[in-house]
């Protein structure tokens, strides 16, 4: 029989391709913001409590979250009851099912970069101390303090730049606007590495499907490997969508290196956010891939599939 796996943030880069990925393998069960808002905390909770014992998942997958960096510092409040203290409703209810039972449900949820500072020159381990720079980093790390501190069997998964053939992220973006033909400026001074949602989806898959991975659980880094700008990320799509497309991208198009500090954005950004990853093939065993095959192989997708709008 198959295993019952919960999804929430079924619409979601991660919260989808996850759904996808796992399919045929489980009893996929998805949730979305419509039917379980996670501001809406008593619904939230009656809905947990609900699909656990009606639908006995082995497994949670949160990929709900508050995603918007800048929007955050405007919606604090909001930002930190869907990143963090939902969470301690969802663990709860987990707690709760688990002490009658046997087999216990685990929790696997995703974290984030902007959990450091970015002031190491250093790639961030796991195990490095986590000093957030703005409010979703804030939120977030709260968040993983909850699931860690609540008995509940967990995997976080800290991850950076996500990128889906959907909704929106940074690939989309420029690939609207160079074929568009907008002057296009992005900044030189921000390290780390695009990860796509279907890598994501396709380690949860591994780890779902072999239990010696999935009882051991903890805090894990996942990214592409390697290490970029968001300006040599964007001069890699424009290559490669030339390469591919030449017929949707415009003349003479050109990409300018900037500063952060240009930006005046609302959120500070870490200046180097790279996540190192080795816990992936040491203890998981799971091939990892460069940045540039999951950025391409992303791209591949939405031209093959027609998703450029
Ligand atoms: N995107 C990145 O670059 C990035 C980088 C590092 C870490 N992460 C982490 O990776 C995880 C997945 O991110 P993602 O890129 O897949 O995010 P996403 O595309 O923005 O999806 C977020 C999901 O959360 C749902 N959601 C938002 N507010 C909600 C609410 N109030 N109640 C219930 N559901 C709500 C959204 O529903 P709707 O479809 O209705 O909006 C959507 O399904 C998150 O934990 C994020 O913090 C992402």
Redesign the pocket.
Known sequence: MKQNIVIL???????WAITKELDSFFQVITM??EN????RRNVLKANIRDILYTETPSHIVN?????NVDGSEENKELAFL?NAFALQDIVDEINLYNLTKKRKTSLIH????YVFDGESIEENFPTDKTNPINVYGRS?ALGETIIKKSGVPYLILR????ISPF?K?FLKTMVKKIMKGLPIEVVDDQYGAPTS?KYIASFINHYLRNEKFSAIGGLHHICGLGNTTWFDFAKFILDNLKNKKPELVKEKIDIKPIKTSSLKLAAKRPKNSKLNCDSLSTIFEFEQIDWQTQVLNTLNTMITEEHLD
């Open positions: 943030g079924s619409t979601g880069q991660v919260g979305n913001r379980t808002p996670f501001e990929a709900a979250a508050f995603t869907i995703f974290s984030t970069d977030k991850t950076s730049w996500v909704r992220n949602a």
